[in-house]
T-cell receptor, first 111, second 116 residues
Framework: EDKVVQSPLSLVVHEGDTVTLNCSYE??????LLWYKQEKKAPTFLFML????IEKKSGRLSSILDKKELFSILNITATQTGDSAIYLC???????????FGQGTILTVHP | GAVVSQHPSWVICKSGTSVKIECRSL??????MFWYRQFPKQSLMLMAT?????????EQGVEKDKFLINHASLTLSTLTVTSAHPEDSSFYIC????????????FGSGTRLTVV
């Protein structure tokens, strides 16, 4: 059975700090790894990673995948209070379209 | 970008009644949609895969007679929670793959179901 573990489970920082969120996985026939940000409602898409070593960036957020060591990290630089949310990592394995989610990391950014 | 519209956003119903949740892909066709459930402070758990024109595929432990899924067209999937009980109270979210490598899976806005 596919498994995704995120760490830390929660994180409290101050504005301007840089954070690194971790996601490790075990999956049969890896297809992709996805990062989502969830605030009060449904998750919003951040990144989709399929290849090792290629960093994806979007503003202050970046992510990279290591398929050999089976993990991914999500970096957020110069954090802002608006970054406070639950960050979810998910993997897509053998079953096309079936996403297995990690527990999520609750990020709180204080002014 | 691809948009998935989910309705209603929230619903309160009495025990024993049924509730229907709709999920529509607005600017693309989705032959497959996915239904997730999220309990408070927990992650999303896949309930079932909805396939246009055929029966849904349910995950282990999900009662197919309780959670009826219909995917009658390429843009609409519905989830009906039948004979709802308080333990069915949860956040239900649908998603669809957009077909674009840049977007992955797009989620609907979710439905907060409260059964009283």
């Amino acid at each position: 059975e596919d498994k995704v573990v995120q760490s830390p489970l929660s994180l409290v920082v101050h504005e301007g700090d840089t954070v690194t969120l971790n996601c490790s996985y075990e999956v049969t026939n890896f297809r992709s790894l996805l990062w989502y940000k969830q605030e009060k409602k449904a998750p919003t898409f951040l990144f989709m990673l399929t290849s090792s070593g290629i960093e994806k960036k979007s503003g202050r957020l970046s992510s990279i995948l290591d398929k050999k060591e089976l993990f991914s990290i999500l970096n957020i630089t110069a954090t802002q209070t608006g970054d406070s949310a639950i960050y979810l990592c998910a993997v897509e394995g053998t079953s096309y379209g079936k996403l297995t989610f990690g527990q999520g990391t609750i990020l709180t950014v204080h002014p | 970008g691809a948009v998935v519209s989910q309705h209603p956003s929230w619903v309160i119903c009495k025990s024993g009644t049924s509730v229907k949740i709709e999920c529509r892909s607005l600017d693309f066709q989705a032959t497959t949609m996915f239904w997730y459930r999220q309990f408070p402070k927990q992650s999303l758990m896949l309930m079932a895969t909805s396939n246009e024109g055929s029966k849904a595929t349910y995950e282990q432990g999900v009662e197919k007679d309780k959670f009826l899924i219909n995917h009658a067209s390429l843009t609409l999937s519905t989830l009906t929670v039948t004979s709802a009980h308080p333990e069915d109270s949860s956040f239900y979210i649908c998603s669809a793959r957009t077909g674009s490598s840049n977007y992955g899976y797009t989620f609907g806005s979710g439905t907060r179901l409260t059964v009283v």
